[in-house]
T-cell receptor, first 113, second 114 residues
Framework: AQSVTQLDSQVPVFEEAPVELRCNYS??????LFWYVQYPNQGLQLLLK??????LVESINGFEAEFNKSQTSFHLRKPSVHISDTAEYFC???????????FGEGTQLTVNP | KAGVTQTPRYLIKTRGQQVTLSCSPI?????VSWYQQTPGQGLQFLFE???????NKGNFPGRFSGRQFSNSRSEMNVSTLELGDSALYLC?????????????FGPGTRLTVL
């Protein structure tokens, strides 16, 4: 069985400040790890993923996440956030097919001017 | 290339009724997965269909069912609706191979049960 815990339900920050959204997972098998973003009244968009290889993965809009196997974590970071980053962020794990995702509870990131 | 489409986008039903939601995957995708999103339970996996066969199933009661057609379009049905079935229902499509395939999500159908 797999489970995901997002340690913060809400994270308010000011524009241009750094942010970290925390995610821990539990699994008895090797997993793939993901961060998805959901804007109001929209579906989920894949932000970044870890499948194998380098433990640091980056997205095209400045987010990065680091897979830490010993701490079973996959925290999401951005050095400087924008108002447009305001959204709900979900950490997820899957088996090797990626067809069945197990999500965390979500973290609402609110960027204030 | 068109994305995943879901119809209808909004639906209001009353307790005891049944409902059918539709999902059209990205062209060429053969796998469709369904998820339920509620404020209390978060995002939960319902089931996955691949080539018209249910390949994975989550922990939902039998009132929740689905099917997939030969063109990969999928429907999910909820019978005897309960207030707790009010949720955003998301579907996601992928190529569906045995190795990792990225899932692409639709905008969802928001179901309200009165």
């Amino acid at each position: 069985a797999q489970s995901v815990t997002q340690l913060d339900s809400q994270v308010p920050v000011f524009e241009e400040a750094p942010v970290e959204l925390r995610c821990n997972y539990s699994s008895s098998v090797s997993v793939y790890l993901f961060w998805y973003v959901q804007y109001p009244n929209q579906g989920l968009q894949l932000l970044l993923k870890y499948l194998s290889g380098s433990t640091l993965v980056e997205s095209i809009n400045g987010f990065e996440a680091e897979f830490n196997k010993s701490q079973t974590s996959f925290h999401l970071r951005k050095p400087s956030v924008h108002i447009s980053d305001t959204a709900e962020y979900f950490c997820a794990v899957s088996d090797r097919t990626g067809s069945r995702l197990t999500f965390g509870e979500g973290t609402q990131l609110t960027v204030n001017p | 290339k068109a994305g995943v489409t879901q119809t209808p986008r909004y639906l209001i039903k009353t307790r005891g009724q049944q409902v059918t939601l539709s999902c059209s995957p990205i062209s060429g995708h053969r796998s469709v997965s369904w998820y339920q999103q509620t404020p209390g339970q978060g995002l939960q996996f319902l089931f996955e269909y691949f080539s018209e066969t249910q390949r994975n199933k989550g922990n939902f009661p039998g009132r929740f069912s689905g099917r997939q057609f030969s063109n990969s379009r999928s429907e999910m049905n909820v019978s005897t609706l309960e207030l707790g079935d009010s949720a955003l229902y998301l579907c996601a499509s992928s190529w569906g191979g045995v190795s990792y395939n990225e899932q692409f999500f639709g905008p969802g159908t928001r179901l309200t049960v009165l």
